[in-house]
C-alpha cells in the first residue's frame, strides 16, 4: 500500500453513538493519513446527546455530526472508501451495499450504550469511546505503507478480535 490518505468508513445499525465515537477519534487521532465517515444501516435521524457529550469533554471533534444512511456511501459522487469497519454485531449481520472499489472490511464489534439508561448510562458510553480508542490507535499505528493489501486487511480485522477481547476482559476486572 502507499502513503496517501485513506478512506474510512463507519457502520453501525443507529449512526447515533459507536460509529459517530469511531468518526471522530479517527479524524482526531489519524493524524491527516484518514478521512473519517460514519453511517447506519437504520439511522435514528439524530446523533445521541451523550456522545455527543463526552466527545467534548474529551476534547474530540464534536460539531458537524449527523445520523445518516450507508446509502449515502453508494450513491454517485461519494467518496470511494479504502476501509469499511462495522461496530455493532447487528450491522455485521445485514447485508451492506456494494461498496466502490472494493474496500478492505472489518468488525470490531462494540456493545451499544444507548441501550444503558439510567446511572449507569455515562459509563457505558465512555467504555463504548475508550474501546474504540483503543482499536482506533491501533488502526493508526499500521504501517499502510510496508504492507500488501491481504496483510492490511488482515491485521485490520485482528485488531476487533484480540484487541476486543483483552479490553473487555480488562474492563471485567
Not at 29 to 58: D, T
Amino acid at each position: 500500500m502507499t502513503d496517501r490518505v485513506f478512506n474510512v468508513l463507519f457502520l453501525c445499525t443507529g449512526n447515533s453513538a459507536r460509529s459517530i465515537f469511531a468518526e471522530s477519534l479517527l479524524t482526531h487521532l489519524g493524524g491527516g493519513r484518514f478521512r473519517a465517515f460514519s453511517a447506519g444501516s437504520h439511522p435514528k435521524g439524530e446523533v445521541h446527546p451523550m456522545a455527543l457529550e463526552l466527545l467534548k469533554e474529551y476534547d474530540f471533534p464534536h460539531e458537524g455530526f449527523r445520523s445518516k444512511n450507508w446509502r449515502e456511501f453508494e450513491a454517485d459522487g461519494a467518496p470511494e472508501m479504502d476501509f469499511v469497519i462495522t461496530v455493532c454485531d447487528n450491522a455485521a449481520g445485514e447485508t451492506c451495499p456494494v461498496w466502490p472499489g472494493q474496500p478492505m472490511t472489518a468488525h470490531w464489534g462494540i456493545e451499544d450504550p444507548a441501550q444503558v439508561e439510567g446511572p449507569g448510562q455515562k459509563l457505558a458510553f465512555y467504555k463504548a469511546m475508550s474501546h474504540l480508542r483503543r482499536r482506533i490507535e491501533l488502526f493508526v499505528s499500521l504501517p499502510t505503507s510496508g504492507l500488501a493489501r491481504l496483510e492490511l486487511e488482515q491485521r485490520v480485522r485482528k485488531i476487533g478480535k484480540e484487541e476486543g477481547a483483552t479490553q473487555m476482559a480488562k474492563d471485567a476486572q
